[in-house]
Structures are given as C-alpha cells and as structure tokens.
C-alpha cells in the first residue's frame, strides 16, 4: 500500500485505508485480507476516512491541502481546498463534518458537506489534533500530537478539555460501543484504554512504533494502522 494511514470501517463490514504516498482508497476484507483500490490516484489520497451515518465517505488528501466528499453511488465532491496538511475527519451523528490541519497547520474546521459555502473555522493552535471522533456528548475527542495530550474539544467554543495525560506522541483515538476512549501511541507502538471520566489511561496492547490510526468495529474489533 506504500503506507497505510487513515482507515474506517465501511457499512459493509469491509475496512477501507488510505495511503497518502500511495494517492490511493483501498477496500480490504477484515476475514481474508483480500483487497483491491477502490479509488486511485492522486484524489484518493487519504490521511483519514470517515463515515455518516447515512454512507456518505469523507477524506483527506494531505498533500493537497483538501476535503472530499462522497454520497452512496455519487462521484467525489470537493468540500475544502487550499488548507495544507488536511489531516483528520469525522461526521457528527446528524451529518455535520469536521476535519483538522497538522504538521503543515493546525486548526479545527467545520466543512459544508455540500462544498456551496467555505469551511468555518472552530479554533486553531491547538497543538495538532490527529486522528480524533466525535463522542456521544458532542465534544471532539482526539490526540493532542505535540503536548503528549488526548482531549476533548467543544466544537461550538472552541474550549479544549485534557482526558488523559502523560503519551509520548499520541496519533488517534476512538470510542467503542461501552465508552471507552482507545488510543494509539506512534512512539512507542503502544495501545491504551481511556476511562474519559476518571481521566485515567491503561496499556492494553505493545505493538510496533509508527502506528498512525485505527478503527473499532460493531463488534468492539480494534484494526490499527
């Protein structure tokens, strides 16, 4: 896949990751492994890949500085544009989207799914908020990749909230169906369980350095890229 970055599961059970070196979307099946490019390059460049509710993809070409939106059996519509380093995405259970800058910036956006009107801008300078999701209070919860941080961000003030302290660089994080905030270290390949309540984090898994993001499935399934 010439690296794999941004990954999501699809409604269909399948997985599909996106490579920015390689500019492409694949679908992989989780069973077998099989897998084949379902968008190539260079729009299927993709740091991170979300879904709604209702099917519709979203991605992020990086190098491009974009934002591109899919509905079921629709062709891509572009969302944001001229942003460097669009990084990761996630939709709202009511179909808003949001999607980060790092490395190459650092703010918090809010897109238009329907790309008629310019991206809002929630706040910026946060410290480069990576792989995040939308919790089921509404807030934004993700890794803060340059304070060792994961935090939760109201995305009507702007206000950041510290859950879990003490990573050393922190990539992605996402929620399973009790609850529990998992997250990837890239540092040191490690996997963590958040209790976002207690604010208290525990080392479920060692795996290797330079993880990127994962995705959990219906069935609390953890894949990791």
């Known amino acids: 896949f010439h690296g794999i970055h941004g990954i999501a599961v699809a409604p269909n059970g399948k997985l599909l990751v996106g490579s920015v070196v390689g500019q492409a979307i694949y679908e992989i099946d989780p069973a077998t492994g099989a897998n084949h490019e379902l968008i190539g390059p260079p729009n299927g460049m993709a740091d991170d890949i979300a879904f709604a509710a209702d099917g519709t993809m979203?991605?992020?070409?990086?190098?491009?500085?974009?934002?591109?939106v899919q509905k079921p059996g629709g062709t891509p519509v572009e969302v944001a544009k001229g942003l460097p380093g669009t990084n990761s995405l996630a939709f709202t259970r009511d179909g808003r989207l949001y999607f980060t800058q790092v490395f190459a910036g650092d703010a918090l956006w809010e897109a238009d799914v329907t790309g008629k009107t310019p991206p809002r801008k929630i706040t910026e300078n946060l410290g480069g908020l990576n792989g995040f999701e939308v919790g089921p209070d509404g807030r934004i919860y993700g890794p803060i990749w340059f304070k060792g941080q994961a935090a939760a961000?109201?995305?009507?003030?702007?206000?950041?909230?510290?859950?879990?302290d003490g990573f050393k660089v922190p990539a992605?994080?996402?929620f399973d169906s009790k609850g529990n905030l998992w997250v990837i270290d890239t540092a040191d390949g490690s996997l963590y369980r958040v209790d976002v309540k207690a604010r208290a984090k525990t080392k479920v898994a060692?795996?290797?350095?330079?993880?990127?993001?994962?995705?959990?499935?219906?069935?609390?399934?953890?894949y990791v890229t």
């Open 153 to 164: 961000v109201d995305p009507n003030t702007g206000k950041v909230e510290v859950v879990a």
């Open 172 to 174: 992605a994080a996402n």
């Open 58 to 68: 979203a991605w992020t070409p990086f190098l491009l500085g974009k934002v591109f």
């Open 206 to 222: 060692q795996l290797s350095p330079s993880l990127d993001n994962l995705a959990i499935d219906a069935q609390d399934n953890i």
